[in-house]
């Protein structure tokens, strides 16, 4: 799942800097605020926040330099974090480690990608994971789009909210409760996934600011709803624009 992300984040930074017109959206819209109480208020108990944003430049200094080059993180408060470069199958990486005492946890990683894209390609990822009910998933997500928009023109933040209903779902309900979110943010689902273990309703909203196209389709919201193997319980995922989190 985390090589897929990284692929796919790589993929759209690459295409959305040689292909004019790309990323010309409000991506500085604040959204955490909304679909956590929107969640709680659907019954889910809410226990974690995932957000993993992007930047693309290009820059010929090894990954050290460039850190440097971002004023270290300040804006992160990642003062006293644990540094390591290790060489990839794509080049360096130099990856950024720090853990808060709330059980925030930060990572970056700076990979340069000399082995497969010739030139001074360089990407950046920055995954933050937040408790609980993510009470400063507000002040990351702001703190992370500005980080974001101070350094890089094309970039993005993905994010995964994630929670529990306390009784298991029936493939009927599990389309009902899927839907009713879709409506309450103004959207509908456009495609459909189910297995014997989930259901996964992806589409669109014009709530949310990030999107991927597909074909003729926009996507930018994703549900993810997971029957336990030996409980009770059903684990929702809510992501934007696609679910960064395992299930």
Known sequence: MQKALITLIFLGAFFALILPGTGKINRERLVLGELVPLLQDSGVRVEGIDLDGWGVLRDAEEPRAIWCKLGRGQQLGLSGSRMRQVETDWGACLKIKKDFEDGTKVLISIQKVEKIVPGDLCYIVVKCSL???????????????????GFFRERGLYFTVRGEL?????????MAWGRAVYRDLGGKPVETIRTERYLNLIGYTTVLPEAVTAGNSRYNLNIALVNGSDTNETRIYLGSPVITSEY
């Not at 408790?131 to 928009?149: I, T």
Request: charge should be neutral; charged fraction near 35%; aromatic fraction near 8%.
């Open 131 to 149: 408790p609980g009910a993510g009470e400063q998933g507000q002040a990351w997500e702001k703190r992370l789009r500005a980080f974001l928009a």
């Open 166 to 174: 306390d009784r298991r779902l029936n493939p009927e309900e599990q």
